[in-house]
């Protein structure tokens, strides 16, 4: 629906930016979860909508199935990733460095003809873990290849060494190539002893540290978790936050999270249409030699034009992805 309605608009926005809108991105807007152990779940989620299939190997399977998920995972990796009408991301939630499991997952998860395209890498504290998982990837994948690193910050210590991480991370010439970081709300809370509030205010600091140090290495910034999956108004309204905040998607746990989600990481109709207004009444003001300008009762000059840009930067990135 939505986007019947957002396409004519974006079709004249594609002519008048300022900057080729056109890059390669990959949406994450929701990131949905899916045990790798239960196949049936497993088979479900690629009928579904979800910009990012994420089979889990980590906290979502229990220690006594974690062989049981990584022969599913691989399984489906060796026929081929299944098709869907449009491209998604197809990534794996393997076990953390710290877990001592994370050799296994990889020798069993990146060792066929078919690599997934991402790889999350959860709890990573520091930037020796990010060299021994680069080590393992260089040991166990032989050909070429650039694999999407989701990076999961889930701790007090993690959050402290985040640029650090991101550094390192960009730096590292491996197999891989860092795209995300990702915020782990419930393992960070258990990290400084947070109550959990309906507001979330707890994790504000974090959430906000999270997207601007991602937002600073050219990552996309994945929010938290809202485990409540029965209570969509509670979803919408976290993930409408987590947009306003400036995150590129959010975590989802079950399937009627994804629409909820999709929406709230999308700029809508109204958005679109004053970030074009904006564009235009830039460059007509442009023209006439004026750096500042007002437009229905607000004054606007660069940065506010910069943000109008985004939107239609991101719109357009999103449709290209939603329509090929
Ligand atoms: C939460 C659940 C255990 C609920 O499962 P269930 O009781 O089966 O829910 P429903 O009966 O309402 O399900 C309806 C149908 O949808 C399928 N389903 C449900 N969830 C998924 C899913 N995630 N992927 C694919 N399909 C799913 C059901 O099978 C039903 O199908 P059908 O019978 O055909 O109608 C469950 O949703 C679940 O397990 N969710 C994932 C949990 C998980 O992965 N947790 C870990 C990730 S969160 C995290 O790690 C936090 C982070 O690290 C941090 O620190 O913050
Ligand atoms: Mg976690």
Redesign the pocket.
Known sequence: MLRNYVKPLLKSVLVDTIKAPIRLYTPRRAL????GD?L???L??FL?DADSI?L?C????ALNKKVQARINIRDILDKGKPQRKRPYDFAV?INSVASELIKDDLSVLVTGKNLPNTIYL?KVENVQHLETFSGYLDEYVKAQSNIGLII?I?SAFALVNVVDICKAAIKMSSKFTPVALL????????SIGAKRTESSFEVTYARQKIVTVAKAFNLQAID??Y?K??DPEGLKKQAEEGAQLGFSGK??????QIDITQKAFMPNPDQIKWAQEILNAFYKHQKEGKGAFSYKGHMIDMPTVKQAQNVVDLANAIMININE
Request: include cysteine; proline fraction near 8%.
């Open positions: 949905m979860y899916v045990p239960d049936k779940k497993v479900k989620a579904l994420v889990d980590e906290d979502g399977v939630r959860p999961a889930e915020f782990g709300s419930d393992d960070f809370c258990a938290m978790v485990i999956y029965k975590q989802v746990i079950h399937p009627d």
